[in-house]
C-alpha cells in the first residue's frame, strides 16, 4: 500500500508538470503563428511549423498527445502540424483531440469540432514529390493539393491515413489502418486498404463503395 501512495504521488506530480509544460507548448505555437480561440492542452512537445502567409488556428479545447505515455496506445512520434505553402489552411474546430498525429496541408485541411484522432493518424491533402526528369523527384505541396474536410464528431483510428480530396461526412469512422482515397458519407465507416465504405445500419458496403 506505500509503494501504491508513493507511485500515486510521482503520477500527481508528473501531471503538474506535464500541465505546467503545456502552457509553454502553447507559446511556442503562438510564436511560430498558429492562432488559438480558448484553451489548449499539450501532453509532449508537438512538432509545429507555419509557412508564411499562410494559416493555422486551434479552437477551444484542443487536446494533443504528442509524449510516449499520454495515449493508451502509446504515441510513437509527436504530432506534427503543419502549414506548408503560402495561402495553405489549417483549421482545427473545438474540442479535438490529437495523439501523434500528421496533420500537413499544401492547400487546406479542416477538421470539424469533436473529432478525435488515434495514435499515428496522417492526414494529408497533397503528394509532396513528383516525378522529374528521367529518375528524379521534385518537391511542391501546392502542386495538385486538393482540400481535405473532416466533419464533426468523427473518429480517426490508429494509423489510418486519409488522403488528398476527401470529405468524411459528420459522425464518420475510419478505421485502425484504413488508407482513405473517397468521400466517407456522413455517419459511415471506412476501413481496409484502400478503404470500403460500409452503410452504418447493416455494415454491408454502400454501393458507393462497389464503382
Known sequence: MANAGFNHGIGALLNRARAAASVLWKWEASIKGARFSGAATFVGRPIISVAAGSSMRFGDRLHCNSSPRSNP??????????????????????????????LVAGRSIVVGEGTIFGSGAVIIDNDFHFPEGEWGWGFDCARDARPVIIGRGCFIGARAWILKGVTLGDRSMVGAGAVVTRDVPAGCVAVGNPARILSPTNGRNEPSAER
Request: aromatic fraction near 4%.
Open 73 to 102: 496506445l502509446g504515441c510513437f512520434q509527436p504530432c506534427v502540424l503543419r502549414t506548408m505553402t503560402p495561402g495553405a489552411v489549417l483549421d482545427v474546430g473545438a474540442n479535438v483531440g490529437l495523439s501523434a498525429a500528421v
